[in-house]
């Protein structure tokens, strides 16, 4: 596994901290009930990864159903074994999302300026947040249309560069029911996982949001938010693939 990918002017440790969302809870309160449901998460997709999955894109039906702040909270939760390399890396150019929850500028150079110009050196793209012991790669700013830059052959290229520099790769994808930008990227991850909003996704959405996904590809569905008494705060199921279509009541 190569060394860490990192790029010039990080961030001192205690404002990278204050500047993150409440959401992230497995930064800012690891030692909670919602972190440990992330650690769950956690142990089924280390599980995925002993198989040889190393990139995995998370996605969700519709916008607002907590997908980014998923994607975070897995990121710091695999984070929490300083062994580890984690990327996280936004892919979602109709709604980015994950600088803005890191407390980052918006326009950071990015997979848009890493997609466009070949000979650009990768670690101009990533950011590496030390305190938080995770790197990022922001959407940075497209010049064309996302789905030209989701079709360039530049982009498996880049993939199987940060497969080879970093233990897991977590890919913030926008809703597969809204844009085309899931099934582009389904030959060059190992595998989706869906995150559901509940009490709000409806279920036909969910339904057809997982006839779209390969269900070769279909890792396992994140029920998030929910907050009845009797449950923790995000519950994770995982599906096999042959199931992974709620059924029909």
């Given at each position: 596994m190569g060394a860490w990918v990192r790029s010039k002017g990080n961030e001192a440790p205690a404002r990278e901290r204050a500047r993150i969302a409440e959401e992230l809870v497995s930064f800012g309160a690891p030692n909670t009930a919602p972190a440990d449901q992330y650690r769950i998460?956690?142990?089924?997709?280390?599980?995925?990864a002993r198989g040889g999955a190393r990139v995995f894109a998370l996605t969700s039906a519709g916008p607002g159903e907590g997908k980014t702040v998923t994607t975070l909270n897995l990121a710091g939760a695999l984070a929490q074994s300083r062994t580890i390399n984690v990327l996280v890396v936004d892919v979602d150019f109709h709604r980015p999302s994950v600088a803005k929850y890191l407390g980052l500028p918006a326009r950071l150079p990015g997979?848009?300026?890493?997609?466009?110009?070949?000979h650009s050196d990768i670690t101009r793209s990533v950011r590496?947040?030390?305190s938080l012991g995770i790197s990022i790669m922001p959407t940075g700013v497209p010049q064309v249309a996302p789905y030209e830059l989701l079709s360039s052959p530049r982009l498996e290229v880049?993939?199987?560069e940060l497969r080879r520099l970093y233990n897991y790769v977590l890919v913030d994808t926008p809703p597969v029911l809204s844009v085309a930008d899931c099934r582009m990227l389904s030959q060059l991850v190992d595998g989706f996982i869906v995150v559901v909003a509940a009490n709000r996704t409806p279920r036909h959405a969910l339904v057809d949001a997982l006839k779209i996904i390969d269900p070769a590809k279909l890792l396992g569905v994140v029920l998030n938010g929910d907050d009845r008494p009797q449950g923790p705060y995000y519950r994770y199921e995982a599906y096999a693939a042959s199931d992974a279509a709620p059924k029909k009541r």
């Open positions: 998460l956690r142990q089924r997709v280390e599980q995925f997979l848009a300026e890493a997609i466009l110009d070949e590496r947040l030390e880049l993939l199987a």
